[in-house]
């Protein structure tokens, strides 16, 4: 039943969902890196080019790339504005690594509880089935609790729930590094004074790169599991 189970409950809604974040974050990076001039493209450093269907999402982002960059030269760039969109992506993706953690890290919690119980219930049936005038069949039990047992953690590392979180724990470091490096500024610069642009540049760009980093070892981790879920 697991081995039957598992594999369709990673593949009914796991494309749809990773073919949207991706595009959704890209275009997040790329809006911001072209907003501060920064010129690497956020298609680039999307290295999942093995997958077929996740290559139109680089496409678009180039296409809406060469649109920000004639936008940008044909007006001014409010960048006082542009950093306050900055400072909100930054809040915004610290607050969904977060919340992300702690509910990886309940669904992790439970199924090694339901594991444990199932480990316990089935030592107890074990115990009976020894017993004198012990009811016939409980031995079937014992192997059903074990397997149970078995699925309860299979499941749990299939998930990769422990995987995920360390990783996300790595982005809300580098977030909050990023968030803290840009209120360091100091608030009488104008965000047009070079230094301060320079240094917003900087950080925008690191958080933008440690964004697609993540999102890459994510989509191969998902991938990785809905394609060759026994592993």
Known sequence: MAFLLFPHLQERPKQAFISHRCLSE?????????????????ADQFLSRSHEELGWIR?????????????????????DQVLERARQWIRGQISYLNRAISI????AVRWQRTAAFLAAMA?????????????EGLGKWVEVLLAGFGSALAYRELMGYQDTMERYA????????????LEDIHPALSPRHLPTHWRAQLVVEA????????????VSDQLQRVYAPGT
């Open 26 to 42: 890209c275009l997040s990076v790329q809006y911001l890196w072209s907003s501060l001039g920064i010129h690497d493209s956020a």
């Open 59 to 79: 496409t678009v982002v180039r296409s809406v790339r060469l649109q920000l960059l004639i936008l940008s030269t044909q007006e001014d760039q409010h960048r």
């Open 104 to 107: 990886l890290g309940s669904k």
């Open 123 to 135: 030592m107890i049936v074990a115990v009976l089935e020894r017993l004198p005038k012990a009811p």
């Open 170 to 181: 790595l982005s809300v470091e580098q977030f909050n590094r990023g968030r803290q490096a």
């Open 207 to 218: 958080i933008g790169r440690e964004k697609l980093d993540e999102l890459n070892h994510w």
